[in-house]
């Protein structure tokens, strides 16, 4: 089964290339409700902790999109179960040569995990020679190496183009620290081979993680499993994006395990097993950045149910930071609501620890009425593509006053017009562009379906908070759209 925008393997390569997608352009100011699907960051990593656990671990509302998707293909390599909650009772044992009720194939449509609940049931021991696609998604080419190498046999890892240029060497440093064989080029690039053994023993490992918070987060998710005391120590400049970090230590909390603070940027992890959980996905607050920013940006309202009262998602900022740009928002009852009823004036803002949320942020600054500064992300050089150079480039393609910094962007004022607004593949360079179109008539994002990455119904989703009641879409289940 495919799902718009990637296979259930997570393959772009075999989605038709994407039309031009005008962002529509309102006349009156946006007002609605969106709800968002579940969070990519928090998705990815329960299903690697449930693989990584002793008993079955439940999902509950997780997202559905390519980066879920390569993580289920990727752990399912390996070994691991990852089915429905419930499957249909199309899993029939009465059919000749069926499988015992349950223990569907991967390539049962009855068992496609593309929807709903998930139940993951961990392998006894992760399988070797296998080869692993991670697409573009960060949180599968930094999470499942550490868990490859407790595999036994070699796995092999390759992604997208844009993937073969996200840096990766510090996590093969801090596995070779380990002891682990890790066969590359010697770029500190995929593609490259983890060879396990089966087993890995603890030590201190000292790598600079300036580049991604990610090298931290995928060495503490798979510690426990380790033989001994794992210590992981970030050596070098600024470690970014400290709340995924958090997320990472919060997540594995929820599955028993203890994580030690041994230093400003140090973490150990004791030995210890890994318990299934029951978790129910909160929605991905950063996925709803490009609808809160359409109510500040055209002068209205959106709401965004299930809003988290407490979380380690970086999203929770977005109240302060579009506040920066002269946003108002209150939570009630659970729902976050970000009015927007003033000029979008520019800021001075620090993005180093919400640094995914800067492609949005920087859409804001671009119609706003002063300067804006972006600090603290350098590191987006290596995102989904050099985030720096894409803003700057599509910016300046529609008129707009834009340079980059050492580590960020300054923004000015300018008179926008419309043109083409490449995504560069990049999910939140796509939304950024249509941000940008709900004021500036005729952007035309070149592949909307990068959206996919982490939120396929992106444009539905859009079209339907700007126009609610669209001739032609009548028969779409509202929820759907
Ligand atoms: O651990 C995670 O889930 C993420 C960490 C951050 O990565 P970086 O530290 O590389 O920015 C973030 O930008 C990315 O979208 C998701
Ligand atoms: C940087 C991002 O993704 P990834 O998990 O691929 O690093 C992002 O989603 O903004």
Redesign the pocket.
């Given at each position: 089964m495919q799902i718009r925008g990637y296979s259930r393997t997570g393959d772009r390569a075999a989605v038709p290339p994407a039309r031009a997608w005008v962002a529509p352009t309102p006349e009156h100011p946006v007002h609605g409700t969106v709800t968002v699907p579940g969070s990519?960051?928090l998705t990815?990593r329960e299903l690697l902790l449930a693989a990584l656990a002793s008993g079955p671990s439940t999902l509950h509302t997780p997202l559905h999109s390519r980066?879920t998707a390569l993580m289920i293909e990727a752990l399912r390599r390996l070994g691991t179960r990852i089915e429905p909650l419930e499957p249909p009772p199309a899993v029939a044992t009465t059919l000749p040569g069926a499988l015992p009720a349950g223990l569907a194939p991967a390539s049962d449509p009855a068992s496609d995990p593309d929807t709903g609940d998930l139940l993951v049931i961990p392998a006894e021991t992760f399988r070797g020679a296998v080869s692993i696609d991670c697409g573009?998604?960060?949180?599968?080419?930094?999470f499942v190496p550490p868990v490859a190498a407790l595999a036994l046999g070699p796995v092999g890892f390759d992604g997208d183009a844009q993937a073969r240029r996200?840096p990766m060497g510090p996590l093969i440093e801090g596995l070779r620290q380990l002891g682990v064989t890790v066969a590359d080029d010697g770029r500190g690039r995929l593609p490259f081979t983890v060879h396990g053994e089966g087993r890995i023993r603890a030590g201190h490992v000292r790598i600079d993680a300036s580049a991604?918070s990610?090298f931290v987060s995928g060495l503490l998710l798979a510690a426990a499993r380790y033989e001994g005391d794992t210590v992981i120590e970030h050596v070098g400049g600024t470690l970014p994006s400290l709340p995924h970090i958090e997320m990472t230590v919060a997540t594995l909390a929820e599955h028993g395990v203890t994580v030690h603070r041994a230093g400003p940027t140090a973490w150990r992890v004791p030995e210890q097993s890994i318990a299934g959980a029951d978790v129910r996905l909160e929605p991905d607050l950063?996925n709803a950045a490009p609808f809160l920013a359409a109510a500040l940006v055209t002068g209205g309202s959106v709401a965004v149910p299930d809003w988290p009262a407490h979380t380690t998602q970086v999203g929770a900022l977005l109240p302060e930071l579009l506040g920066a740009f002269g946003a108002r928002s209150e939570l009630v009852d659970g729902t976050l609501t970000v009015h927007g009823d003033g000029p979008v004036h520019g800021a001075d803002l620090d993005l180093s620890a919400a640094?995914?949320l800067a492609?949005t942020i920087a859409a804001v600054a671009a119609l706003a009425d002063s300067p804006t500064t972006l600090r603290g992300i350098a590191h987006?050089r290596g995102?989904?593509t050099d985030r720096l150079a894409a803003l700057e480039s599509d910016l300046h393609a529609l008129g707009g006053d834009v340079h980059q910094t050492d580590d960020g962007l300054v923004i000015a004022p300018a008179v926008l017009h419309g043109g083409e607004w490449k995504a560069f593949a990049?999910?939140?360079m796509a939304t950024a562009g249509a941000v940008i179109g709900l004021v500036v008539p005729e952007v035309r994002v070149d592949d909307i379906q990068a959206t996919a990455?982490?939120l396929p119904g992106f444009a539905r989703m859009w079209a339907r908070l700007i126009d609610p009641e669209p001739t032609g879409l009548a028969d779409v289940p509202v929820e759907a759209r």
């Open positions: 990519k960051s990815n980066d573009l998604a960060g949180t599968v080419m930094r996200r991604s990610q950063s640094g995914e492609p987006l995102h989904e990049d999910h939140r990455k982490t």
